[in-house]
């Protein structure tokens, strides 16, 4: 709706260490209180990650693997995170990804 108020509080916590500079192990925790959501949805969202970097060229490539989990779900679907929409249930998340710079 034009003109309405669209702040939605978060916190977001990560910590990670590089292990001979190549492996680094990482978790994350985060919580957002969203607005908007549809009518019987719960509007907190909490999602806990673990995940591991391996830095095989140093950043210019770079394989990441996490597992996140969603306790309560996530009442709107988040296509970048390729997570679906599944309010009021548990959700556990597997993501890869190879980033290459040339």
Do not use: C
Not at 10 to 33: H, T
Not at 78 to 96: A, G, P
């Amino acid at each position: 709706v034009a003109g309405k108020d669209t702040y939605e509080p978060s916190i977001l916590v990560q910590g990670a260490y590089l292990i001979d500079n190549k492996i680094e192990p990482y978790a994350r925790f985060e919580y957002m209180d969203l607005a908007g959501t549809p009518a019987g949805s719960k509007n907190a969202v909490s999602e806990f990650s673990i995940g591991a970097n391996y830095y095989m060229y140093g950043h210019n490539l770079k394989l990441t693997g996490q597992v996140m989990y969603l306790p309560t779900g996530i009442p709107v679907n988040d296509d970048s995170s390729d997570v679906l929409i599944s309010n009021n249930h548990s959700e556990v998340v597997f993501i890869t990804q190879v980033q290459l710079l040339l």
